[in-house]
């Protein structure tokens, strides 16, 4: 039997033997010189951590072209380093799942030392105080999700932990950007060394957000005089400290039961996927599909791993934007989402499953190719209509990758605006094109506001994912019922503030009420819905 930790590598021929790659580095060797002269720091040790950036600069290791690791850190949920790094001494068995059904595995070993970012640790303090006091240290990754950077609620207040971590200062910091401004402060003051600080995130101006994060709580401490005003002039010194765009894509979904037991198969023991209290899905292994794209504006005030070397593209600023841009607003998170929200009012669990249904694959060829190719910003260096074919016809069919509707409409509130407001706005400023001419994207939003319902197509209740404006929206709509008629959106779809553009001076709002109207008019409405505008 095999045990993914470093006394189960060192019987490298049964590994072999399974057909699993090893690191080809000596990570023994890599572990001591990132103890002494560490270079790379990661908050945030999910699965796309796991499954795609530190599999990446495994691959520079591998090259010799590195001779240090990466430390991970967590901030949120600290069950994560307990449960899943610490008993596999850091260690992640990647399998990377093809349309075909074969799978390649991979033991990723760049993750040398993980920690917790929590107070009453106090040798995970010290060692992180540490670590931003060397002057090795080139750079520090994000990858805790787009509600991770904010410091307000939706209705413009900062959170009460912030205003907390305001009032007591750079030493009782819980915020996980109150953390790593906490950390800077402690870099700032043994010698105002460089960095550069990278969100991996994908969100839109990514680097932007976490920059604003960072002087924002760095000023509220000036002003109590926690900090001197040259920590400010530092954090904001782009030679010292560079806040990079960034744009990534790539799905790592939960631990796959099929993946679980097929590598239970080959005998590899302790791989029982866990839930942690802060609902955090993980395993020792990580699932995950084989397209990826990691872009990454190349402005490092202190040296950066080669990660081109790995496929990792670094450019200017201009084009990070549009990549970006073409992939959140017309070529893959606008589908995501259309398919996310109707999958769950038909009863879906696979993103998969809804591509062999013609209807939902006709539903988002529709925002795709017929609405947002029309307005798509083409970044140069990638091309829109092939990663668009590559996201339709590859990667959202491959029924081998278990990503679910559930999951994707996650947050959906905090997404439109990107996903869809952006396309319309570009209808919107076209001298040619107009917005009332869309039909898909109306669609997908109707098809939100009939979610929010968590009601499904049978009429059957269902779990609602979670949102930070769920009770606010579930409050507007809770008269609402099947069979209802002329039911009014209008507090919903009047808020610019979700949509990023107001829906009636579009000339969309009435378009998307009646689709809404259509939508609810008793079981199986849904898919009749769907089925006349998708055709």
């Given amino acids: 039997m095999l045990q993914l930790n470093n006394e189960g590598l060192m019987n490298k021929e049964a590994w072999k033997e399974k057909d699993i790659e090893l690191p080809l580095y000596d990570r023994v060797k890599i572990a001591k010189n990132t103890q002494k002269n560490p270079t790379w720091i990661h908050f945030g040790a999910g699965n796309i951590f796991r499954g795609f950036i530190a599999n990446a600069y495994q691959k520079v290791l591998n090259n010799n072209k590195a001779d240090t690791g990466i430390i991970a850190v967590?901030?949120?949920?600290?069950?994560?380093?307990?449960?899943v790094y610490t008993p596999h001494d850091n260690l992640t068995l990647l399998v990377l799942m093809k349309a075909d059904g074969?799978?390649?595995?991979t033991v990723v070993g760049s993750i040398v030392e993980s920690l917790t970012a929590v107070q009453a640790r106090k040798a995970d303090q010290e060692r992180l105080q540490k670590i931003f006091k060397e002057k090795s240290l080139q750079m520090v990754s994000f990858t805790i999700t787009e509600k991770g950077y904010a410091?307000?609620?939706?209705?413009?207040?900062?959170?009460?932990?912030v205003l907390q971590d305001f009032e007591k200062g750079p030493l009782e910091s819980y915020h996980t950007m109150s953390i790593i401004t906490a950390l800077m402060y402690t870099r700032y003051k043994e010698g105002a060394y460089p960095i550069t600080l990278v969100s991996m995130d994908n969100c839109s101006h990514n680097g932007d957000i976490l920059k604003e994060a960072v002087i924002t709580i760095g000023e509220e401490w000036h002003k109590r005089g926690f900090v001197e005003e040259g920590f400010i002039t530092y954090l904001e010194d782009q030679n010292k400290v560079a806040y990079p765009l960034t744009m990534i894509d790539k799905i790592t979904p939960r631990p796959s039961k099929v993946v679980q037991e097929k590598l239970e198969d080959l005998g590899i023991e302790n791989l029982e996927p866990i839930v942690t209290s802060k609902n955090s899905y993980m395993a020792p292994f990580v699932n995950a599909e084989i397209s990826e794209y990691l872009v990454i504006e190349d402005i490092f005030t202190n040296g950066r791993p080669?990660?081109?070397?790995?496929g990792v593209i670094f450019t200017d600023r201009e084009t990070v934007n549009r990549i970006e841009t073409m992939k959140v607003t017309t070529c893959l998170n606008p589908l995501h989402t259309g398919l996310a929200v109707?999958?769950?009012?038909?009863?879906?669990?696979?993103?998969?499953d809804e591509m062999n249904n013609p209807v939902l694959k006709r539903f988002v060829e529709k925002i795709g190719y017929d609405e947002g190719l029309k307005v798509v910003v083409d970044p140069g260096i990638i091309n829109p209509k092939e990663f668009l074919d590559e996201v339709v016809y590859e990667r959202f069919m491959n029924p081998y990758i278990p990503d679910s509707p559930q999951r994707i409409a996650t947050d959906t509130s905090q997404k439109v605006g990107i996903r869809f407001g952006e396309t319309i706005k570009s209808y919107m400023k076209d001298e040619v094109l107009?917005?009332?001419d869309l039909v898909a994207i109306p669609l997908a939003l109707a098809l939100w506001c009939r979610y929010l319902l968590g009601i499904d197509d049978q009429g059957a209740s269902f779990e609602i994912s979670s949102d930070p404006l769920l009770e606010m929206l579930k409050n507007e709509l809770k008269e609402v019922k099947l069979g209802n008629k002329d039911v009014s959106l209008k507090s919903i779809l009047s808020n610019e503030s979700i949509f990023g553009v107001d829906l009636y001076e579009a000339g969309l709002a009435d378009k998307i009420q009646d689709m809404f109207n259509e939508l609810i008019k008793g079981p199986g409405a849904v898919i009749r819905t769907m089925e006349k505008y998708c055709t």
């Fill in 74 to 83: 967590e901030s949120f949920d600290y069950e994560v380093i307990e449960k």
């Fill in 342 to 352: 109707s999958g769950c009012l038909l009863g879906y669990t696979l993103i998969a």
């Fill in 151 to 161: 410091l307000k609620n939706p209705q413009g207040a900062f959170f009460d932990i």
């Fill in 306 to 310: 080669e990660l081109e070397s790995a």
């Fill in 102 to 105: 074969s799978f390649e595995k």
């Fill in 434 to 436: 107009n917005a009332k």
